[in-house]
């Protein structure tokens, strides 16, 4: 029953963050009765956008509009009236509470204050009869429920609401085969009624069976929207997910041939994450790990500086064997990692730029355990000239940089603390277009002083222009290794979707 | 470098959008009301501390005119510290602590439990036959043991700080009734009691060893790498794991210098009453945790003063003064202890936060760090 008119439509949302822009012109338009997709790799903003619906963010610029008229969403609950319901990732059910009360939370029936019981199980058991699960009773306890059935719930109290349109964030995270079977049947009834979806997911075999359109979205914009999921291939959607948003121009850099090996990983492998790595890099040489979200690229990085505990194989670092599951003695080694969450993994926000500069390598300027902290800001006052980080200042709130200005400052500690082995996760997310410019010649720079890199990068362009070597990841394993310039974007692209394909088949 | 970026003109400031508001002006003199200015410097700690210097000034106030000479007289003043002192050397330690985003609920059951195990018949009968000292050293190193013992798990055993700490109040509380028998242990070493009890320069041993306890903390917090590595742990645990700081060590070596700040605070509980009892410092966590919070460091951890937890704790003192020179109510001191928290607490956020509008709402949406402390490997 998918009408042609939309129901809802946001046309050039804009979203700033202190430091990012998490938004950047988003247009979507989403029809009563269908399913609509929403693509794209992390951080693409997903997630903002979803909390932009449901009224959990304000946006900055832009108009949001149901059934044509335009609307405020300044709170959840003005989300909810204007009949938008959200089922987050991390399901918000309360576990101590019953399934009857959970479907009502916020919403309870009640007469002068007390909670009408009765009413109200009949009313969830009800719902729970539409949603095909009638064996869950309204009194049992939330927390005594699968993953599966606390999902139920959670769809329960959108329809309590009289959603028109439910947002579903990953729903099928935490669900096995039969369960997502059973959550596209509801989806269908849901539709069938009338109710439009927003459904979001990294999977893409299932936006075949379930979406009726899809919205791709890169770096906070709409790559593309309203495409028809019977009309767009794999291919399209992962190039439009991975592709260039813009040239990267990056001249090919010479690597000395007998340069000698810095970094050697031999057969590294975590359970249940990856295995059979094999990984050498020399002096001056940038190798890549090409591959999509979820392939164990990160994971590689982490076991490799020690931050993950690995199960088999070895990471030698000049010729050192380094143990197992040991930062500091990586950290000791010159093995730097600068981690893919920003903010959350790599600063003290609340600090100044020159006590995170110098978090690794402060106890190097201290004299006997006593701090000399104005060293510490000479010493970060060169870094920031060298790194072309204006204005100069080694106390100011590292918060208040932007992203490419944060990211700056972890290649400095690494730089002040001196390494041999740096470690780059999606060095360039969350980073304005002039200041990737810079962090990809500081790279080069890096690498040319001898410093052997390993890149990776969800944009498989950019992992491309970067390194010298590439390694395509898929399902935590090591599909290809070759030289940059003997591989393109369609061929990793290949590699990626084979190997899926193979993995499908095994299950 | 011969590469060649056709984006390179995009460096100006002008895509780097967060920036360009306070990139365009110098910056030493930042226009408007920009976050700039305060947030360097010597001034942020004045401006931090200013909430409490206010309260503390206040209650000076209402001191001199509801008590007046008594309360002005020099020997009230060093009154107020030594009564201050053994709260004060339990919230220093509890400061370095709460500082790395943990708690210590243990710290007056480990005082009850060093005092006993200080003063019991044979530890009295070896300070006879040594030098009172043993008795000193008893209680320290009982209270690092304890304070050891909190810092193995949480850092190793990965027990969420406040279950840990409290099964550690619970414990030690118990291990001090079995080993007096819920008797009173009194003190027969006069060597020790003399000792606590006189004074070097006119001014009374117990502040002389508050004040070096505290200058020395506030120099191992403030300028050493000890100090650095618990901000950092309490500001974000994950990005100092990562930098390679030795989180779980760290954490156990915070743990025990908390638990040898309880010892020597013993040692002074002793002195002043001259006995060692498990009933000493009941409910003492409670008002250590007031003063190092009214002092304006953060539960969440990543932000500690050693000169808030002391004026914290001198407020209390100083209050508590008051009211018995004033012949006041001790039920009524407490009343006002409770409004004193919450009035120091919320003027500590709106000069913290430099008197803007919403203040109030950042007390409240302030998101802890995601990672736990414990987790991971390292």
Known sequence: MVTADPFLTMHGIVKHFPGAKALDGVDLDVRAGEVHCVLGQNGAGKSTLIKVLSGAHGHDAGAIRIDGEEVTLATPAAALRAGIATMYQELDVVAGLTVAENIFLGNERSVAGLTRRQDAAHAARDLLVRLGHPEISPHA???????????????????SRDARLL????PSAVLDSEEVDNLFRVVRDLTASGIAVIYISHRLEEIRRIGDRITVLKDGRTVASGLEVAQTSTRELITLMTGRTREYAFARREVPAEAQDVLQVVDLAVDGLFSGVDLTVRAGQIVGLA??????????????????????GTVTVDGVALPPGSVPRAVAAGVGLCPEERKSQGLILDEPIFKNLTLSSFAGFARGGFLREHAERAATATQMQNLQLRPADPDRAIRTLSGGNQQKVMLGRWLEHGCRVLLLDEPTRGVDVGARAEIYDLIGQLADSGTAIVVVSSEIPEVLALADTVLVVAEGRIVHTGPATEIDEHRVLDLVMDSDALAEGHR | MTQDHPTSETQDPVTDLPETAEAVPPPEQPVGGQDAPRRRGLPTSVVRNLGLVIAFLLLVVIGVVSAGDRFVDGGNALTIISQAAVIGIISIGTTFVITTGGIDLSVGSVLGLASVWATTLATQAMADQYHWIVIVFTACAVGAACGLVNGILVAYGRIVAFIATLAMMVAARGLAEIISNKQTQIVENNGLLDFLRSSVLKIPMVVWVFAIVAVLAWILLNRTTFGRRTVAIGGNPEAARLAGIRVREHLLAVYTLGGLCVGLAAVLMIGRTGVGTSTHGYMYELDAIAAVVVGGTLLIGGRGTIVGTVLGVLIFSMLLNIFTLNNLSLSAQLVTKGAIIVIAVLLQQRFANGGRPGWWRQIFTRTPTPTPVQGGTS
């Open chain 1, 291 to 312: 591959g999509l979200v979820g392939a164990g690229r990160s994971e590689i990085l982490e076991t490799i500086a020690g931050a993950r505990r690995r199960t088999a």
């Open chain 1, 141 to 159: 306890e939330v927390g005594t429920l699968s993953a599966a059935g606390q999902q139920v719930v959670s769809m329960a109290r959108a329809l």
């Open chain 1, 167 to 170: 947002i579903m964030d990953e």
